[in-house]
């Protein structure tokens, strides 16, 4: 035999398509030739994969011409994720290995220069996508790819025990068929009981949770905003199995997959000197950026105005679709991005503009063109404003604890479940011919909200956001009936910086 075809997968967002690895050995000058639209660390397979074979006493054919193909040939493939079936492939092909034993395997993993195997990203994408196939990845790798319901992993440690189990033959101790891991329990998150006073902010963000809606919170330094922030994803409601699967699999395309915190609603903080393709995601070949590491859980934006202003309006479309698209010129990729954005600001350059702690030094002007970094059309797709002042110390030394975390999260999950009995979904997600059927407004209440959008110059789609928070201070409040009272609230947060949007 001298042709033999591995079964691997390559990486594409969050794709993982089929790629057959195809060796041939020919007569001629010795040499290795890697084809198919390889990066350049696929490439470097070449020194990888002929040490890793000598060093594990096996025989490598130095002298044949060893052509690889990487099929198909105009699919973008890079990582050293292909070490291992080029390797099996050399084996398959020389015939220390029976091709006819690759048949019903994919394998994927890089190899050191010992033949021990490393991990690479993507095993629990790759396992998602399977065809049925028995997948056979590093350890490390393993431990997450076995997640996915109804696969069959196999970890291996060593370049030697995947031949051996090829064989048939004894295998060694680094070979083993990967079980879903059962976590310890979930990682233990800060409490809202730390946060005293700001009753204000503390209700938006009750709201925010039940309905899935997005927050800004506007105060000086110093009055609470990122304590407020932090604690805010022990709020949500818990996640679905697929909500997990789904956070789990972005996580460990990007290499950030954490066993301990499976199920948990990530909460992802980029500092603000992040780039447009940190937040939403770029390269080439694509990778997810943070809005997609947030996805069914938290992005915060501290010191929102710092942003870049084209990073600061990416966000506009994922967070009326969902999902961001990155388009390049020889593939695209889709990543889901369905986060609740938490953004914090300062109300001026200095911090204190209406503060009855300190005085402001800022002139109008800088006010006004600090305040204008952020555009209305994104101002408008935040539901929630909410001003955060800063409580006088002896004032928060005589405050006692307020509401733990648990004890919310009980009224927001109920609040929550009403609204998926109901119509199926958050009230956040709610559009069109849905929002009108499902947040009815009484006479009193639709007379109040049409005076409100015409009063304070609301565009449709602030209207629009306005009736959705209403309609889940309704739900909180157990009313199946959005009346004047629920939409009275919801106006006041639709009013930030001392500007109506």
């Not at 009981?193 to 925010?208: F, N, P, S, T, W």
């Not at 935040?382 to 409580?391: G, K, M």
Request: net charge neutral; proline share 8%.
């Amino acid at each position: 035999m001298t042709l033999a075809c591995v079964q691997s997968r390559a990486l594409l967002g969050l794709q993982a398509p089929v790629v057959t690895v195809e060796v041939h050995l020919a007569n001629g000058l010795p040499s290795l030739s890697l084809v198919g639209l390889a990066e350049v660390e696929v490439k470097e397979a070449r020194e990888r994969v002929r040490c890793a074979i000598q060093n594990s006493g096996l025989e490598f054919p130095n002298n044949k011409r060893i052509t690889v193909n990487l099929a198909p040939a105009d699919l973008p493939k890079d990582s050293g994720r292909f070490d291992l079936p080029i390797a099996l492939g050399i084996l398959a092909a020389s015939g220390q290995i029976p091709a006819t034993a690759l048949e019903g395997w994919e394998f994927a993993g890089e190899l050191s220069l010992s033949g021990a195997l490393r991990p690479v990203r993507g095993g629990l994408a790759s396992s998602l996508h399977g065809s049925g196939a028995q997948l056979v990845l590093p350890v490390e790798s393993a431990r997450e790819a076995a997640l996915a319901p109804g696969t069959q992993v196999y970890g291996a440690a060593h370049l030697l025990d995947v031949v051996a189990a090829l064989l048939d033959h004894e295998p060694g101790p680094g070979w083993q068929r990967m079980q879903a891991p059962v976590p310890d329990g979930q990682a233990p998150q800060p409490d809202l009981a730390d946060v005293k006073g700001q009753m204000q902010a503390r209700r938006a963000l009750e709201i925010a949770a039940a309905g899935g809606h997005g927050v800004l919170l506007v105060g000086p330094p110093g009055s609470g905003k990122s304590m407020l922030a932090q604690r805010f994803a022990g709020l949500l409601p818990p996640m679905t199995e697929e909500e997990a699967l789904q956070s789990a699999a972005i996580a460990s395309l990007a290499g950030r997959f954490d066993p301990a915190r499976w199920g948990q609603r990530p909460t992802v903080a980029p500092h603000h000197t992040a780039s447009a393709v940190a937040l939403v995601g770029g390269g080439s070949p694509p990778r997810p950026g943070a809005i997609s590491l947030a996805h069914h859980g938290v992005l915060f934006l501290d010191e929102f105005p710092e942003f870049a202003r084209s990073a600061l309006e990416a966000l506009r479309e994922p967070l009326e679709n969902g999902h961001i698209t990155i388009a390049r010129a020889t593939w695209s990729s889709q990543f889901p991005a369905r986060f609740q954005l938490l953004a914090a600001m300062n109300p001026c350059p200095c911090g204190f503009h209406g503060s009855s702690q300190r005085p402001c030094r800022c002139t109008p002007q800088q006010i006004a063109r600090y305040q204008s970094k952020l555009s209305g059309p994104l101002l408008d797709r935040i539901d929630l404003h909410v001003s955060v002042p800063a409580l006088p110390p002896q004032e928060l030394l005589q405050l006692a604890a307020g509401e733990a975390s648990a004890t919310v999260r009980e009224r927001v999950c109920a609040a929550r479940q009403r609204a998926l009995q109901r119509q199926g979904q958050a009230n956040q997600h709610l559009h069109g011919q849905a929002l009108q059927q499902h947040a009815p407004l009484d006479e009193a209440a639709q007379a109040l909200m049409h005076k409100a959008a015409e009063r304070l110059g609301w565009s449709a789609r602030a209207t629009h956001r306005a009736l959705r928070v209403a309609r889940t201070i309704a739900d909180l409040a157990g009313s199946e009936h959005i009346t004047s009272t629920h939409v009275a609230e919801a106006m006041q947060y639709r009013r930030v910086l001392g500007q109506g949007v």
